[in-house]
């Protein structure tokens, strides 16, 4: 078969690129069945499943490397994980290529190499997947599966009023990155891109939370949509004090700049940091956790009786610009 046939069999590139991704992990048979079969957890033990597609110019760009685009394609699952409080397992990873790009081999050469840092930074492989043609843009879509303990899981449903709302991470740096990257803001500001293309996923500290925090959700649409989310599945109001938002060095000078960018700190998404509630008598807890997994995390608010969620300015009143909440695909 000569190299070009190479390229067109989706058999030899599963072979060449993804049957080294598996380890050899029991029940990956090689990527050569139908199906990989999932080893039997303990009685103490639940598997935790999660599945996010990225798109080519509708969640990263298609100058961003191709390296970093599986990576982000990992990355953003593993996020879910971490916020239902669970360890990695391994992942499926269904990737969607034009027909006939000429430099296939070289591409998924390096979708394979970003999957190799990944893997071994989290501790993850690969169980099975799909490899096929389109006539649409480039899309990774990656199940990923987890394991928790029971009684471990974290869940959005569990913030009670009088409780305190908490962030990881600074927020915007994803969005603001995105403007950089298309050229929308300076490029002095680089260091956002790389926020933006490629999250940090927050297992640990998604681990660490079980026991400690209530109600728990990545936040991946924006941060007053995914409080939203926490509002509505616990039955509470959650408020935002605008003021104490934990933002980057980069993303205050640009606020500082153009006031009016405040709105995409609480809408922008892309910041995959773990927003939750917690007891007010847990903060030594998280203090701890916050120092001891260098994450910093900020008190950004608390819960109250009533629904939905509510942002104040500095000055202690409401903020009037939820028309728009976070991201929306249609
Ligand atoms: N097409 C679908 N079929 C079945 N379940 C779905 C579908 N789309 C979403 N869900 C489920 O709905 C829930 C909420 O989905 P959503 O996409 O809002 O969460 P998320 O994955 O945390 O967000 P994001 O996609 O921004 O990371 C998830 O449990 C998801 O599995
Ligand atoms: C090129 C480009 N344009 C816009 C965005 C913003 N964006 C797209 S999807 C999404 C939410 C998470 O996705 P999902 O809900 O599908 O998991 C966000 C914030 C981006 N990342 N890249
Ligand atoms: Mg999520």
Redesign the pocket.
């Known amino acids: 078969m000569s190299k070009e046939n190479d390229l067109i069999d989706e058999f030899n590139i599963i072979a060449k690129f993804f049957t080294p991704l598996t380890k050899n992990a029991s029940g990956t048979f090689g990527l050569l069945e139908d199906a990989a079969v999932l080893p039997p957890i303990s009685p103490q033990q639940e598997w935790v499943v999660t599945v996010?597609a990225i798109i080519c110019?509708?969640?990263?760009?298609p100058n961003d490397p191709i390296e970093l685009i599986a990576r982000k394609a990992l990355r953003?699952n593993l996020s879910d994980l971490a916020a239902m409080g669970a360890t990695p397992y391994g992942y499926t990873l269904t990737i969607a290529l034009r027909k006939n790009l000429p430099d296939s081999q070289c591409l998924l050469k390096k979708v394979s190499n970003g999957l190799t840092i990944d893997q071994a930074e989290f501790g993850i492989h690969l169980i099975g997947g799909d490899t096929v043609s389109t006539n649409g843009p480039m899309t990774l879509a990656i199940t990923a599966f987890g394991i928790v303990h029971k009684g471990k899981l974290l869940r959005r449903s569990a913030a009670m009023p009088g409780q305190d709302l908490w962030i990881s991470g600074t927020i915007g740096d994803g969005?603001f990155g995105?403007k950089v990257a298309k050229g929308m803001l300076s490029k002095q500001y680089l260091e956002l891109v790389d926020r933006y293309r490629l999250p940090q996923p927050r297992i640990s500290l998604g681990c660490r939370l079980s026991g400690i925090a209530a109600a728990v959700i990545d936040v991946?649409?924006?941060l007053i949509r995914d409080a939203q989310h926490i509002a509505n599945q616990s039955n509470c109001r959650l408020v935002i004090d605008g003021s104490a938002l934990p933002i980057s060095e980069s993303v205050s000078c640009i606020i500082a700049d153009r006031s009016e960018m405040l709105k995409l700190i609480l809408t922008?998404?892309?910041d995959y940091e773990l927003l939750f509630t917690a007891a007010p008598d847990a903060i030594t807890q998280i203090q701890q956790a916050s120092y001891e997994l260098e994450i910093p995390i900020t008190r950004i608010g608390w819960v109250d009786s009533g629904k939905g969620v509510d942002v104040l300015d500095y000055n202690g009143t409401k903020l009037n610009l939820l028309a728009e909440s976070g991201?929306s695909?249609f």
Do not use: E, T
């Not at 110019?57 to 760009?61: K, S």
């Open positions: 996010d110019n509708v969640h990263f760009l953003v969005a995105l991946s649409d924006g922008g998404g892309d991201w695909h």
